[in-house]
């Protein structure tokens, strides 16, 4: 098959497992305080895996028609929609208005997302004890600028995010927020920042890690050196894992779906793996699917004995998301005309860029996971000085002739004879 087809679709399915994971256990969200305690019950309304799903599954069509055919990617939906969520408790006006739009929120209040996200944050980690899964938050901010303690408080409570208010102008600060970013991943993201511009007021991360091994393992002395096709038709040779098993599946038209579990008998998270036909493209499988096709993918799977092969990989992935966001729904917040005025009340504020970093390594033994989104803030009111620091041309003329009386280029200032 097509290096595409296999790993793309691989990959995808890697996009969406941690969101769909949330619906193992869903219940209705009950009003009033969230339980900061975990207990590993996930209360998450069916309505809200749904619509995250779906921004998944668009997220991760968007990216690979940026890409191209031949690329490979690996985001994560769940890091991006959380980071999403704790901006969007900073906007006000149509700038919240789009962010929730985007994120398939616009059905629920802003209270109801807030809980689900709190509840996602003290109970994902505690699903399956046999597998690591970690999610941190926080928020670094230029010490001379205000950020609303209202905003820094639902931060707190509901993200668990640390908030720290730092010197921007001092090169340091970038190794700290880097090498938080490092922590929070067990070392796989390692920079994510490599400058603070002199307009950058305020940081926000995400970090989502994921360490599982494969219910059933892959024998290492089962892999083997295999042929694998590329999309332009070439051929190179891989380290195909190989397994016989009963596992889930399910055929489609246009493709083959199988699922690998992690951890425990009773697993709680999977990959599942779409292997698109031979007469098809991942990404075509790709941009076919939708959140409802997911959940009834997931319905008509059944138990088979299934001999697959699975290359091994590992992969670091980087993807600035501010054209993709914008052309799903929320343009305003990167314009001059956005209003983050819950985050400072003197306004002034746009999203100057969103950016995700992704690692992922798959192996005989399992998969390790890794993810930051990084949301950037900067004032509309710093003005960069135009400083004539450097040879320049001049022109002296007649504004309403257009006649041009002089051309002239300074090189040297100190220079006062030619």
Known sequence: MMKTSLF???????????????????????????NTVPTGELRVSAPFVDQTSQFAFDLAKRVAKAGGESENLFISPLSLHMALGMILNGASAQTAQEIQKTLNLDAQTLAEANQTYQNLMVNLPAVDPKVTLQLANSVWYRNTFEVATTFQDVLKQTFKANVSAQDFNDPATVGKINSWASE??????????????????????NALYFKGDWKTQFKPESTIDSPFRLVTGAE????????ETEMRRAFRPTFTAFELPYGADNSKFAMTVL??????????????????????????????????????????????LNSILSDMGMPTAFTD?????KMNPKGNLL???VKQNTFVAVDEKGTEAA??????????????????????????HEKTSGTVLFVGKIADPTKTNS
């Not at 793309?8 to 969200?29: E, G, I, K, R, Y």
């Not at 098809?280 to 009834?296: E, H, I």
């Not at 005309?337 to 005025?341: G, K, L, P």
């Open 275 to 320: 292997l698109p036909a031979e007469n098809t493209t991942a990404t075509a499988v790709m941009n076919s699917l939708t959140g409802a096709d997911w959940s009834q993918l997931q319905k008509d799977m059944t138990v088979s004995k299934v001999d697959i092969g699975l290359p091994k990989f590992t992969l670091n992935y980087a993807v600035k």
């Open 8 to 34: 793309s679709a691989m990959t995808l399915a890697m996009t969406s497992f941690l969101v769909t994971a949330v619906s193992c256990q869903t219940s209705s969200v009950n009003p009033g305080p969230a």
């Open 184 to 205: 929070k991943t067990n070392g796989k993201i390692p920079k994510v920042l490599d400058a603070i511009q002199p307009d950058n007021v305020l940081f926000l991360l």
């Open 236 to 243: 190179k040779t891989v380290r195909m894992m190989r397994l």
């Open 351 to 353: 999203l100057s860029f």
């Open 371 to 396: 993810a930051v989104t990084t949301g950037g803030f900067s004032t509309t009111s710093y003005k960069e000085p135009t400083l004539c620091n450097r040879p320049f041309v001049f022109v002296i």
């Open 337 to 341: 005309r956005a209003d983050f005025t």
